[in-house]
């Protein structure tokens, strides 16, 4: 399939990606999976080779097509899309959260849903509004996880998909008691407050501080993973295409007009959340690809180190 993103649905406006079904009122998960075309379950059949069961082993496949996912280890146990998103059921009931998108990418080997938390914070004049995302895998690479992302309204850019720690994931492996893990996934919720006053006291001070140019290319090489010692002769070229072109979105990027941050740490560091989702090429270099990047690969863990560069270096 040349799309990662199968299928997808949207709440209220097209999202930053250009991707998915857009609907014009608030869900229940059940709503969610139908309108996000997820309606279907998985199943764990045995593996056989030349006639033979392999012991220890099972095949992981989508029932309706017989998509196969992957080969897993027995004790691996299947949580299904209406399982992993009907946890979300007791958030929205609250109130205190809406479904705003759900989908799945790479023909449903991995899945998410993502909620809007009630309220939004502000820094330096921007609104960020506050979001929980779930994911959930079919191939058994990644566990039922839940955790929360700021995004800045401006630009719709993803702030902090990389975040990361016993605080703000929960993780529940494919294992037989991963429903009670569920249970207790519930309370996290109420770390939420904890999480976005810590998120923001720390994007306070980003906003607050400046960084000098001559530090961005320091900055820079920290984001891409490189000592910053090693001479720019030495980096890999599209590197440096991609360090050019967040320089040039320090001035010309999405929100960058605001007065009260140039020169920031915190505007440069949402150029390069700028650049991961909107410009750096990915599997395809499609939308689809730098979704899955920006949130779950290789452009995720450079906004982490740019955050961690800027927080211990301005």
Same mark, same amino acid.
């Given at each position: 399939?040349?799309?990662?993103?199968? !299928?997808?649905?949207?709440?209220?406006? +097209? &999202?930053?990606?250009?991707?998915?079904?857009?609907?014009?009122?608030?869900?229940?998960?059940?709503?969610?999976?139908?309108?996000?075309?997820?309606?279907?379950?998985?199943?764990?059949?045995?593996?056989?080779?030349?006639?033979?069961?392999?012991?220890?082993?099972?095949?992981?496949?989508?029932?309706?097509?017989?998509?196969?996912?992957?080969?897993?280890?027995?004790?691996?146990?299947?949580?299904?899309?209406?399982?992993?998103?009907?946890?979300?059921?007791?958030?929205?009931?609250?109130?205190?959260?809406?479904?705003?998108?759900?989908?799945?990418?790479?023909?449903?080997?991995?899945?998410?849903?993502?909620?809007?938390?009630?309220?939004?914070?502000?820094?330096?004049?921007?609104?960020?509004?506050?979001?929980?995302?779930?994911?959930?895998?079919?191939?058994?690479?990644?566990?039922?996880?839940?955790?929360?992302? &700021?995004?800045?309204?401006?630009?719709?850019? !993803?702030?902090?998909?990389?975040? =990361?720690?016993?605080?703000?994931?929960?993780?529940?492996?494919?294992?037989?008691?991963?429903?009670?893990?569920?249970?207790?996934?519930?309370?996290?919720?109420?770390?939420?407050?904890?999480?976005?006053?810590?998120?923001?006291?720390?994007?306070?001070?980003?906003?607050?501080?400046?960084? &000098?140019?001559?530090?961005?290319?320091?900055?820079?090489?920290?984001?891409?993973?490189?000592?910053?010692?090693?001479?720019?002769?030495?980096?890999?070229? &599209?590197?440096? +295409?991609?360090?050019?072109?967040?320089?040039?979105?320090?001035?010309?990027?999405?929100?960058?007009?605001?007065?009260?941050?140039?020169?920031?740490?915190?505007?440069?560091?949402?150029?390069?959340?700028?650049?991961?989702?909107?410009?750096?090429?990915?599997?395809?270099?499609?939308?689809?690809?730098?979704?899955?990047?920006?949130?779950?690969? =290789?452009?995720?863990?450079?906004?982490?180190?740019?955050?961690?560069?800027?927080?211990?270096?301005?």
């Amino acid at each position: 399939m040349a799309h990662e993103v199968e !299928t997808m649905f949207s709440y209220e406006e +097209v &999202p930053w990606h250009g991707l998915g079904t857009i609907t014009d009122h608030a869900l229940t998960s059940e709503e969610a999976i139908d309108i996000a075309g997820l309606n279907w379950e998985v199943q764990t059949v045995s593996v056989v080779v030349n006639g033979s069961i392999v012991e220890n082993y099972k095949a992981v496949q989508r029932v309706h097509d017989h998509k196969l996912y992957n080969i897993v280890r027995n004790r691996y146990e299947p949580i299904q899309n209406k399982e992993a998103f009907g946890f979300f059921d007791s958030v929205v009931g609250t109130k205190e959260a809406i479904f705003h998108t759900a989908g799945s990418l790479k023909e449903g080997a991995r899945i998410w849903m993502l909620a809007k938390i009630n309220g939004s914070m502000g820094v330096k004049g921007e609104q960020i509004d506050k979001f929980v995302c779930l994911t959930n895998s079919h191939d058994g690479y990644l566990a039922l996880q839940m955790f929360w992302t &700021p995004i800045r309204v401006v630009c719709a850019n !993803t702030l902090a998909m990389a975040e =990361s720690g016993a605080s703000t994931r929960f993780y529940a492996r494919h294992t037989k008691n991963y429903k009670a893990r569920i249970e207790v996934a519930q309370e996290i919720l109420g770390l939420s407050n904890k999480f976005y006053d810590g998120w923001l006291e720390e994007a306070k001070y980003l906003a607050n501080h400046m960084l &000098p140019e001559a530090q961005r290319p320091l900055m820079l090489l920290e984001a891409f993973g490189y000592d910053g010692s090693i001479a720019m002769e030495d980096i890999y070229n &599209p590197v440096k +295409v991609a360090m050019n072109k967040i320089e040039e979105l320090v001035v010309v990027g999405k929100g960058m007009d605001n007065p009260a941050i140039k020169g920031t740490a915190w505007q440069a560091y949402n150029a390069v959340v700028e650049y991961v989702d909107y410009y750096r090429k990915a599997r395809g270099n499609n939308p689809e690809g730098r979704l899955n990047q920006a949130w779950f690969g =290789s452009g995720a863990n450079i906004k982490k180190r740019t955050w961690k560069y800027l927080l211990n270096n301005v």
